[in-house]
């Protein structure tokens, strides 16, 4: 184990970002956690660093027939395709709405109950850290990082207690930046790298926000 739970691994993550943050004009500056497990974690590095909180809620467009594949995601306001993907597999703009009304559904409600009615920030020409507890495959993170910038942040990190060694972000595309405490090769799941990895609940995710 290399965490004891989310709190310790977010206070280490936070004296991590240190360095990097200190080279940013606070108001230029927000954390954004991915719910659930990471929010916890995301509210110690804003803390410490100082930076405003939010939550940033991405959903998977999966493909029809195929949902664990993902043919683009979605954010607050944002969408996006694989449109390599799409027209290879001649997936139809029907299908796609189809999928995405689905999923569209989902992430209002996530959102609207994570926040309790409060606005998202903006991020718009800011410099986004987003945060979740461990990074396994990546794909949820690099939707999220991708959602960002989209939204028109102009630097875009990637900060968890845990990474594959040969996990890098994409510049330009997802992340501009990794930041992370531990690369540990042979992890099969986050919750290996914590002694305890209880869910984190909506009532943890709107308490850590307000």
Do not use: N
């Amino acid at each position: 184990m290399i965490f004891h739970d989310r709190k310790d691994a977010g206070l280490r993550l936070a004296e991590a970002c240190r360095a990097f943050a200190s080279r940013i004009p606070i108001e230029k500056l927000i954390v954004l956690g991915i719910p659930r497990g990471g929010v916890p974690v995301a509210a110690e590095v804003a803390r410490v660093i100082g930076a405003p909180l939010d939550v940033i809620v991405v959903r998977k467009l999966g493909l029809p027939g195929h949902a664990e594949l993902a043919m683009g995601a979605i954010g607050d306001g944002v969408r996006i395709l694989d449109d390599r993907l799409i027209g290879r597999l001649g997936i139809t703009a029907e299908q796609i709405e189809e999928v995405e009304r689905r999923e569209r559904a989902e992430l209002v409600g996530r959102a609207q109950r994570f926040r309790g009615g409060r606005s998202q920030l903006e991020v718009r020409d800011k410099t986004v850290i987003v945060v979740d507890d461990g990074i396994a495959t990546g794909a949820t993170a690099r939707a999220a990082c991708a959602v960002v910038r989209a939204l028109g942040a102009t630097q875009v990190v990637v900060a968890v207690p845990v990474a594959p060694p040969d996990w890098h972000p994409s510049p330009g595309v997802d992340a501009d930046e990794l930041i992370t405490v531990a690369t540990p090769s042979g992890i099969v799941a986050i919750g290996q790298c914590y002694t305890d990895f209880t869910q984190t609940t909506d009532d943890e995710v709107r308490a850590a926000l307000a």
